[in-house]
């Protein structure tokens, strides 16, 4: 049973430059959330996709944005990058019907900006 | 004020000893709460979750809520070496869909 998989792993950009990071969710789950951990912090919550509809988003800029697919898989773009948004980038999906709050976390892309 | 606040550490415990990880939460409403253990370069992964004041244990976890305190804790007994990584604690967010994640505790197991 795959987990959550996302793409790529490391990937560095430059200033001004677009990104798009890919994410499989596990197996039989509907719900895929994003996450930025930026060095020696905690996840910060960005968005959460459901029905391929952003359900919440947390306090990040629109230069983030993302798509939820019929098959469940999620994109986040970042569009104007900016040095601050160098961090690992997690995505993390769930069953919404389960609804136990349980997280299943990818690997991460490692963003770098310079 | 910080939705979720642990002190950094880092905390070193030798091994065989309990190891003691504290966490702080803001929102007074908040129902379910979740401790993560992340390793050096890996992603998070859940180790325990506690909706009700008490404790909970699971193996050589235990979580404890003071919910009147808006204060969680973890336990580990026995502290093995393999249990050294950061503890990151969540509070699910009042809609659900949000987990609010403190900055973690580093936890080194002294063999």
């Known amino acids: 049973d795959a987990g959550v998989t996302q793409s790529p792993t490391h990937l560095i950009k430059t200033r001004g430059q677009q ?17 930025q951990q930026a060095l020696g912090q905690g996840p910060q919550f960005i968005f959460q996709y459901y029905e391929e509809e952003e359900r919440q988003r947390g306090n990040f800029p629109d230069r983030f944005s993302g798509h939820q697919f019929p098959n469940y898989s999620s994109e986040l773009n970042v569009n104007a990058l900016l040095l601050g948004d ?3 980038y997690l ?3 769930s069953w919404d019907r389960l609804n136990t ?8 892309s490692r963003l770098t900006v310079l | 004020q910080k939705e979720v606040e642990q002190n950094s550490g880092p905390l070193s415990v030798p091994e065989g000893a309990i190891a003691s990880l504290n966490c702080t939460y803001s929102d007074r409403g908040s129902q379910s709460f ?19 004041n008490g404790d909970k244990e699971d193996g050589r976890f235990t979580a404890q809520l003071n919910k009147a305190s808006q204060y969680v804790s973890l336990l580990i007994r026995d502290s093995q070496p393999s249990d050294s990584a950061t503890y990151l604690c969540a509070v699910r967010g009042w809609a659900g869909n949000q987990f609010y994640f403190g900055t973690g505790t580093s936890l080194t197991v002294i063999p």
């Open chain 1, 19 to 35: 990104v798009t990071l890919r994410c499989s969710p596990k197996s039989g789950h509907d719900t895929v959330s994003w996450y």
């Open chain 1, 91 to 93: 995505c993390a999906s």
């Open chain 2, 34 to 52: 979740f401790w993560y253990r992340q390793y050096s370069g890996k992603s998070p992964e859940l180790i325990m979750f506690i909706y009700s």
């Open chain 1, 86 to 88: 160098s961090a690992l």
């Open chain 1, 101 to 108: 709050g349980e997280l299943f976390f990818g690997e991460g």
